[in-house]
């Protein structure tokens, strides 16, 4: 019977992964609280957590920052490798090792990218984005509610996280003018610090 029920999440965790890669929106998340299945348990499950929240705003700020085509990139990059990280936590249900520093770090190192108006190449800001999304997906993936509707579960989630990227990315725009472009910076020097206090455990 445990096993039944175990294959059962599996699949309906299949069938969110198939609905968040439908959707095709910049996004997906994680959270320290336990939040309820369905749709607005997912889409507040992101929400609740600020070190998800300013590390998916940063992927939006570093995309403005950046100009096309890294705008529309990197939010499409992350929930994707989100994705599969999150079916590998749900799947594997092994905790994977330093993932709070990584999500710590996550936010630290995007947003030092915006501060300091960096400008890698396209393929390296996809590869950084990518691997922190690695993080966020897996400890996701965990924490997915046995119970939950799974994919009206990520679909709550996949639009929370998109309005997250859609708001760095709005307030990113600001970059066009020089007042705005200390004011993006600054935000992104903000989540840097908000970052380090998780990762020493401050907040």
């Known amino acids: ?7 059962a999440g599996r699949f309906r965790f299949l069938g969110c992964i198939t609905a968040l890669l439908a959707a095709a929106s910049p996004a997906i998340a994680h959270t320290g609280g336990d939040i309820g299945g369905g749709l607005l348990g997912g889409f507040f ?4 957590g600020p070190d998800h929240v300013v590390a998916m705003v940063a992927v939006g700020l570093w995309g403005a920052f950046l100009g096309p085509p890294a705008i529309w990139l990197l939010p499409v990059v992350f929930p994707l ?3 599969m990280a999150g079916a590998a ?6 905790p994977l090792p330093a993932i709070e520093a990584g999500i710590a770090l996550s936010a630290i190192l995007l947003g030092l990218m915006v501060a300091l108006a960096a400008r890698p190449s ?7 984005v990518g691997a922190f999304a690695i993080f966020h997906g897996y400890a996701h993936g965990r924490e997915l509610p046995p119970e939950a509707d799974a994919v009206a579960f990520c679909v709550g989630f996949v639009v ?4 997250l990227h859609l708001t760095g990315i709005a307030f990113g725009l600001l970059t066009r003018w020089p007042a705005g472009r200390v004011a993006v910076r600054t935000v992104g020097g903000l989540i840097a610090i908000v970052g380090m206090a998780y990762l020493s455990g401050m907040a």
Not at 1 to 7: F, P
Not at 89 to 94: N, T
Not at 122 to 128: P, Q, T
């Open 122 to 128: 396209l393929w390296i800001a996809a590869v950084l």
């Open 45 to 48: 499950h992101p929400i609740f």
């Open 1 to 7: 019977m445990i096993v039944g029920g175990a294959m």
């Open 160 to 163: 929370a996280t998109g309005l």
């Open 89 to 94: 936590g749900i799947i594997l249900g092994e």
């Open 81 to 83: 490798v989100m994705a």
